[in-house]
């Protein structure tokens, strides 16, 4: 009995020894975890302003601290879309899902990937996939992007439903709306697609292709009057831009 009552503080000792290293762990993972997530956040506000470079170096440094963090090489794939550096956009894609299997976000940008390459069959699979998990917080951009991929391929058909679907979850969805806008266009149906780019251009006032793309409907439509009225807004007030080019262009016939 002697020889356990000694023994005890000893396994108690052991034991709060174990205790104390298992803190420290984990009191160091939430200090790494802390710290990847204001190296995220600053990337974040690094993308905003377009310092891409600087961007990547704050992603870069997050995955220091925290190697298996899913959102971090999605991010990374972002940049390295919008910097058309294709390749490397997708391996970064391919890790975070390596990581994280279920990440529909991910499979959304996967998807946006490959309709900027024009792989838009293989775009499809992975909106379908995305939309296939009920956890997806914003399904409105997949339908929307699932309707772009179907609209390249020719199916209009496809392409309405799916836009219509994301304007049924979000119904101010600039690009659901604009992206409507050119199937009824491509279908000749100019009044339709005008009340459509009316309605991306109204909501989203900086979006200059819905704005000339209004002005092209209205006239198509026979509402020359509207039309110049829409295209010289444009050029009043953007001065400048490939969709000011168009509008001048326009405005020539229209005059």
């Known amino acids: 009995m002697r ?5 005890l503080p ?3 000792m052991v034991f709060s020894v174990l205790l104390l290293s298992s803190c420290a762990h984990l009191f160091d993972k939430s200090q790494d975890q802390e710290k990847a997530r204001i190296y995220m956040q600053l ?3 690094q993308f905003a302003q377009k310092e891409y470079s600087k961007a990547t170096e704050s992603i870069q440094q997050a995955l220091r601290f925290t190697p298996d963090y899913p959102s971090a090489y999605n991010h990374l794939g972002i940049i390295y879309m919008e910097t058309k550096r294709y390749v490397k956009s997708e391996e970064a894609f391919k890790k975070a899902l390596q990581l994280q299997n279920n990440f529909p976000e991910v499979e959304n940008n996967m998807g946006v990937l490959m309709n900027r390459q024009e792989k838009y069959k293989e775009a499809i699979a992975y909106f379908e996939k995305a939309l296939a998990n009920e956890g ?4 409105e951009n997949a339908l929307t992007n699932l309707g772009f991929a179907h609209f390249k391929l020719g199916n209009n058909t496809k392409a309405k439903i799916y836009h219509q679907k994301a304007l049924d979850v979000t119904p101010q969805f ?12 491509r279908e ?3 009044d339709r697609a005008a009340d459509y780019f009316k309605k991306a251009a109204t909501t989203c006032p900086l979006y200059q292709e819905s704005q000339y793309k209004l002005g092209l409907a209205l006239m198509k439509s026979g509402q020359r009057g509207m039309a110049k009225n829409q295209l010289e807004k444009l050029v009043e007030r953007y001065k400048e ?3 000011v080019d168009r509008s001048q262009e326009v405005l ?4």
């Open 3 to 7: 020889c356990i009552k000694r023994f």
């Open 10 to 12: 000893a396994l108690f």
């Open 43 to 45: 990337a974040a506000d």
């Open 136 to 139: 997806y917080s914003t399904p």
């Open 174 to 185: 600039c690009l659901a709306n604009k992206n409507m806008g050119d199937v009824y266009a």
């Open 188 to 190: 000749k149906s100019f």
């Open 241 to 243: 831009g490939p969709y």
């Open 252 to 255: 020539k016939y229209l005059n």
